[in-house]
């Protein structure tokens, strides 16, 4: 299954609604997990199932889709979000990755 | 609280041998699947193998078939990355992930990574 993500980069301004799609080539139910990584850092798992929000995660991002569609959408995009964003896979092998989104601040 | 502490990366050369090391604490380590992901200078985050939580079922990702195996010894709490015949695009951060549970499932905890650097 190959995941694809897009934009592969994007900038937007402090306050602005940010949306990030994944797609898969085969329907995966809702298998889907979104990973943050801040430059430098470790990646930090932000959902699960599609739509469910880790704990501690704040409220602003969220998730959607099943099958082979995806969203993740930050409602107010903050500084401390500026990371790579990226989706993956797990219900079976391969647990593959998209490309990843770089999130940049205007 | 879970810690994973990846160790045993290096400088090594082409077609030669490396084995990575990821000590995992703070949780039952024998009743989770883990995973080796990897992370070249600059680019995204590529999945590279995973091991069942009692070490019977084992996949790769394509380009490390038969060069990598992964392993773990659950007295010990490690798990390993044995790597033969690296390639100059085998240069990557590597890190261990645990999984949620023993399921496939997705990744709840990555260690620090260890930096892996293949060039003669």
């Known amino acids: 299954i190959q995941m694809t993500q897009s934009p592969s980069s994007l900038s937007a301004s402090v306050g602005d609604r940010v949306t990030i799609t994944c797609r898969a080539s085969?329907?995966?139910?809702?298998?889907l997990a979104w990973y943050q990584q801040k430059p430098g850092k470790v990646p930090k798992l932000l959902i699960y199932?599609?739509?469910t929000l880790q704990p501690g995660v704040p409220s602003r991002f969220s998730g959607s889709g099943s099958g082979t569609d995806f969203t993740l959408t930050i409602s107010s995009l903050q500084p401390e979000d500026v990371a790579t964003y990226y989706c993956q896979k797990y219900n079976s092998d391969p647990w593959t990755f998209g490309q990843g989104t770089k999130v940049e601040i205007k | 609280q879970v810690q994973l502490v990846e160790s045993g990366g290096g400088v090594v050369q082409p077609g030669r041998s490396l084995r990575v090391s990821c000590a995992a604490s703070?949780?039952?380590?024998?009743?989770?699947?883990m995973h080796w992901v990897r992370q070249a200078p600059g680019k995204g985050l590529e999945w590279v193998a995973v091991i069942s939580y009692n070490g019977r079922l084992k996949f790769y990702v394509d380009s490390v078939k038969g060069r990598f195996t992964i392993s773990r010894d659950n007295s010990k709490n490690t798990l390993y990355l044995q790597m033969n015949s690296l390639r100059v695009e085998d240069t990557a951060v590597y890190y261990c992930?645990?999984?949620?549970?023993?399921?496939?499932?997705?990744?709840?905890?990555w260690g620090q990574g260890t930096l892996v650097t293949v060039s003669s």
């Open positions: 703070g949780f039952t380590f024998s009743n989770y699947g």
């Open positions: 085969q329907d995966m139910s809702n298998y």
């Open positions: 992930a645990k999984e949620y549970s023993n399921n496939p499932d997705y990744f709840d905890y």
């Open positions: 199932a599609a739509s």
